[in-house]
Structures are given as structure tokens and as C-alpha cells.
């Protein structure tokens, strides 16, 4: 007859348990731990098992063009090209999408993250379900533009490679059972590999000699060394710990602003094929010290704003940039409306 490794282990868990806690009821205190059980594993139900989101998705979209826009402040133009205003025709609708897949999420997440191990194995569904369905939507805008060298695969790939809060802190949660099991590994192997159980106990002088032969143990356990990983895994308790710490509210924000951000890598995209001028979404290494120089008093002020000017053409999205206006101007007509057509 086979041996049943778990059903062996468990036992001389729960004898060794059994002999710790009248160790422990005889010296007033609990000094000697309890061996951790090993559980049958975990099953769960496919995703798509689910009760869906019961909301109507936002509308399908239709082709949209722009026009070469020119905005002034002071005299001094601002262009925008037709390319890009007609990602700011899209803008709306990429917000509406926005949120609804974020409102999805959440649903998703009562659904199926009860616990610690269900949300580490469907935060990927979860969060995929939205942005494959937006980057896809907004992949398309690419069509019309004249794009068709690329794929919706190719775009949420290179969009999440930019912008991936909310999977950072799925693998900041779930690297806590990672790191603590690797560790438990190493552990275990330098046990075992420096540790064999010897008759009449673990070599040691220890209360828990004699409990089981030692013949017995390296049978079931294959050496102290997988004993000791086994022990020092992340337990379903440290798991509802982990799992009572977790900020929802500040996962959904995440998620919201990898959705949203879906937009700039639409605007990027562009960018990288020099199809919206000399706009882009990124920042130019050397944009603090630029702030600091606008900023300084010896600053010619007959050049502030044409400095200003030119950088929001490269930089439309940089909010400081608008601030430094208001600041030297006010809220001007001419300021708000470009502030407003670009920030929203």
C-alpha cells in the first residue's frame, strides 16, 4: 500500500501538537509552537463562473476628425495639430470608458477577491477584463489615422509597460507569499542539507524526542529540510492579516489612473510617429530646471510667456506649466480656454 504523505504528516502534526500544548499547560507558557497541517489544495472556479456586470457598456464609437488649432496667449500662438485634436475629441469618450471599467473592477473585486488567495488568483482577470477592452476601443482610433502597422496587443503592451500602478501593488501584495515561500525554500535547503533526522528524535535534546521514529519522519517528509520549508511558508493566518491591510479604495484609484492613462498612451503613440508635431506626453529631463529658471526674477520678462508658450506646444499636459500662467497673468479668457481644452 502507498504511503498517503499527508495524511502521515498531518498525524504526527497533530500528535506533536497534542505533546507541545501539555508542554506548554505544564510550564505555564507557550513556548513550544504549533506544527502547521498540510491542507488539500486550493480549487477555484473559473472566472468566467462569475455573475457578469450587469451595466450597459458605453456606446460604440464612431470615426471623428480634427482641425489645426492655434491658440494665443498674450500675442503669442500655441499651435495644436489636427492629429492631436482629434484625440481631444476622443478624450470624453475614453473617460467614459474610464469609468466604467473601473465601477466593472470593483464589482469584479466583491465578486471574487474574498481573500487573500482568490484576489492573488483573479486580480489578473479582474484587471485585464477592463483594459483589454479599452486599449482595444482606443487602439482604433488608429485606423482612421491612417495606422495600420500595429495591433491592439502591441498597444496595451507598450501602454502597460508605461503606466502599471495597480499591478505593482498586486505584486506588492501578492510578493509577500512569494518572498516569504522563497525564503522558506532556502531555508529549508540548508536545513536539509546540513540536518538529517537520526534515530531517537531531530539529533537534537528536545521534548518532542521519541514522538515518532525517525525512520518514520524522513519516510513521510523526505528530510528535515522540506519539514522546516513547509513550517516556515506563509500561513493562512499571516494571509488574513495581509488581506485586512489592504486598501481597496486605493487599489481602485489605481486601477482608475491605468485606465485613464490609456489616453496618453494614445497621444505617445502619435508622438513616437511624429504625427502630432512636436507634442508629446513625456517630460523633458531637464523640465525642473526650465521651472526654476521661469521662476527666477532675472528671468527677461519680455520672454516669460513666449518661453511659457513653447513649452506647453511640447508639453500640452504639464499642469505647472498652466499654473506658472495664471500666476503671471491670471485667469485670463485666453488661458482658461487652453488650460480647459487640454486638462479638462
Known amino acids: 500500500m502507498a504511503f498517503d504523505f499527508k495524511k502521515g504528516f498531518n498525524k504526527f502534526a497533530d500528535m506533536n501538537n497534542s505533546f507541545n500544548k501539555g508542554l506548554n499547560n505544564v510550564i505555564g507558557k507557550d513556548v513550544f509552537g504549533e506544527m502547521k497541517k498540510i491542507e488539500d489544495e ?60 473601473k465601477e466593472q473592477f470593483k464589482y469584479r473585486f466583491s465578486q471574487c477577491a474574498t481573500d487573500y488567495d482568490s484576489f492573488v488568483h483573479y486580480f489578473k482577470d479582474m484587471y485585464l477584463e477592463g483594459m483589454n477592452a479599452i486599449c482595444s476601443k482606443t487602439y482604433s482610433i488608429f485606423l482612421p489615422l491612417g495606422i ?64 515518532l521514529q525517525a525512520e518514520a519522519i524522513n519516510a513521510a517528509i523526505s528530510g528535515v529540510g522540506k519539514f522546516v520549508e513547509h513550517q516556515k511558508k506563509m500561513s493562512q493566518e499571516e494571509k488574513a492579516a495581509v488581506w485586512q491591510n489592504v486598501n481597496a479604495d486605493a487599489l481602485f484609484a489605481a486601477v482608475h489612473n491605468d ?45 516669460f510667456i513666449p518661453a511659457v508658450a513653447d513649452l506647453i506646444s511640447k508639453m500640452p499636459f504639464q499642469i505647472p506649466l498652466y499654473n506658472m500662467l495664471e500666476q503671471k497673468l491670471g485667469a485670463t479668457e485666453e488661458v482658461k480656454a487652453i488650460r480647459e481644452y487640454f486638462l479638462g
Open 42 to 101: 486550493r480549487v477555484f472556479a473559473p472566472f468566467s463562473s462569475f455573475p457578469p456586470y450587469q451595466e450597459p457598456k458605453p456606446a460604440d464609437w464612431t470615426a471623428l476628425s480634427g482641425q489645426d488649432i492655434t491658440f494665443t496667449i498674450e500675442g503669442v500662438s500655441i499651435p495644436v495639430s489636427a492629429n492631436l485634436d482629434v484625440c481631444m475629441k476622443y478624450k470624453p469618450l475614453i473617460i467614459d470608458e474610464v469609468k466604467y471599467y
Open 259 to 303: 485606465y485613464y492613462n490609456v489616453f496618453y498612451s494614445l497621444v505617445q503613440s502619435l508622438s513616437d510617429r511624429n504625427m502630432i508635431g512636436n507634442a508629446t506626453t513625456l517630460v523633458a529631463d531637464d523640465v525642473d530646471a526650465m521651472y526654476k529658471n521661469l521662476q527666477n526674477p532675472m528671468f527677461p520678462q519680455d520672454k
Open 148 to 211: 495600420f502597422d500595429s495591433t491592439a496587443e502591441k498597444f496595451e503592451e507598450a501602454h502597460i509597460n508605461r503606466f502599471h500602478k495597480a499591478y505593482d501593488a498586486f505584486k506588492q501584495i501578492s510578493g509577500i507569499e512569494l518572498a516569504r515561500n522563497a525564503n522558506a525554500a532556502n531555508a529549508g535547503n540548508v536545513v536539509g542539507n546540513s540536518v538529517r533526522v537520526q534515530g531517537g528524535g531531530f539529533g537534537l535534546k528536545g521534548a518532542a524526542k521519541g514522538i
